[in-house]
């Protein structure tokens, strides 16, 4: 338990210890180290996302962009960063602003309320929808969903974790299959639809991809919200000093940083390499802790350390190389329109009673984050 609500001493006590760590269970190699990080994340030649480069079989029907390697993944990635990047997210998340303004006047009277429930899941739900262009689901249903998903990512640990991932499978292909069936104009999906290349690829391949889209939306900038409001809230001098625009740039993404939702990923080899003094077979699974790297005193002084105006910056919160994050520019204009309506609003935020995580690993979230605006 300690570790969900902590994993920091644990991943600083690897980093020095045992930097390239064989976990028995998961049968993987952990690596803590941010250089030992960003190569693997860099180098898709040797280290692969794609497990059918090593053997592995795959159903054709369930191929999206995540599950490739470049040239590949190239042609329907690109199309969809373009499309991503050409939706007006400034005003989308705008659009979110108003929502979430409207919740503060519902909400304000509350002796308290979850900021989890209330508030991060519905505006991550609306945002995603506004996105992609699709009628919303019901948050009660996609919650559902998305837990599936996030469980089955923590499968090596636990392979129970992995029961509704079959299920959760299809309810994501459902819901896209609903989309692309019924497209909202100015999303994305009709964006595609529009796209003369789209058609040349298979259908499901595309819808997929959304899906894999979808889920990467809703779930960061979910867990995401939650994280960054409950430092800030530690921290009420910092929220303050985002008041400064400056500070506010470079300090969301240190925020980010230092939150590191997204905890690790794999690849596994496609060939006999090294890193530093460890040597790998072709197959072998390594796990990129991109929360351990970012707090790496080697590439961050003072790692443990909130530091709004830290320059460089080259944190691995949102991968690094050929899979890093599509949806990245979106995140960090949402959380900067997120702390500017804190900034605004008329009342104050404060916690409320004790936050909890989510026993999850691979995504590292609250379940519950008790606020108020009464004083
Ligand atoms: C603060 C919020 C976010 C964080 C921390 C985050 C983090 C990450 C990370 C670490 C990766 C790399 C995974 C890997 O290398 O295996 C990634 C990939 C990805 N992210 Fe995000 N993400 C965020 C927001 C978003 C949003 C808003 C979207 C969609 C609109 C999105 C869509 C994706 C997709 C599709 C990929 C896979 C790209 C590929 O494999 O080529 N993410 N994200």
């Known amino acids: 338990m300690a570790t969900i609500v902590d994993p920091y001493p644990v991943y600083a006590q690897l980093r020095e210890q045992a930097p390239v760590f064989w976990h028995e269970q998961m049968q993987s190699w952990v690596l803590t180290r941010y250089a030992d990080c960003r190569e693997v994340l860099r180098n898709h030649e040797v280290w692969a996302r794609d497990w059918r480069r090593v053997g592995a079989e795959l159903d054709e029907d369930r191929l999206h962009i995540q599950l490739q390697d470049p040239p590949e993944q190239a042609r329907l990635r690109s199309i969809l960063l373009n499309s991503l990047n050409d939706r007006g997210l400034e005003a989308l ?53 998305f837990d599936g998903i996030t469980l089955a990512m923590d499968a090596g640990l636990e392979p129970a974790r992995a029961d509704r991932s079959e299920e959760t499978r299809e309810e994501l292909a459902a819901l896209m299959a609903a989309g692309f069936a019924d497209p909202l104009p100015g999303g994305m999906i009709a964006d595609l639809l529009a796209h003369p290349e ?88 390594v796990i990129t802790l991109f929360a351990a790297a970012n707090r790496d005193p080697r590439q961050f002084p003072d790692p443990d350390q909130l530091i709004l105006d830290r320059s460089p910056n080259q944190h691995l919160g949102f991968g690094w190389g050929p899979h890093v994050c599509i949806g990245a520019e979106l995140a960090l204009i949402w959380l ?4 500017t309506c804190l900034h605004e609003w008329p009342g104050r935020l404060s916690l409320a009673g004790e936050p909890l995580y989510k026993h999850t690993a691979t995504l590292r979230h609250l379940d519950t984050l008790p606020v108020t605006f009464r004083h």
């Open 93 to 145: 998340c705008l659009r979110a602003r108003a929502d979430l303004e409207a919740r503060f006047t519902q909400l304000a009277d509350r002796e308290s309320f979850d900021f989890l429930n209330e508030i991060a899941a519905p505006l991550a739900l609306r945002i995603t929808c506004d996105l992609v262009g699709m009628t919303a689901p019901s948050l009660e249903s996609y919650t559902k969903t």
């Open 198 to 285: 789209c058609h040349t690829m298979p259908e499901r391949y595309v819808q997929n991809s959304m899906g894999a889209i979808f889920n990467a939306s809703y779930s960061t900038l979910y867990a995401t919200a939650g994280s960054v409001l409950l430092e800030l809230l530690r921290r009420p001098e910092m929220l303050e000093r985002l008041r400064e625009p400056h500070l506010l740039k470079s300090g969301i993404d240190e925020l980010v940083r230092f939150v590191s939702p997204a905890q690790g990923t794999g690849r596994v080899a496609t060939r006999t390499t090294r890193l530093g003094d460890a040597e790998f077979k072709r197959g072998d699974v």
């Open 336 to 339: 900067r329109v997120f702390i």
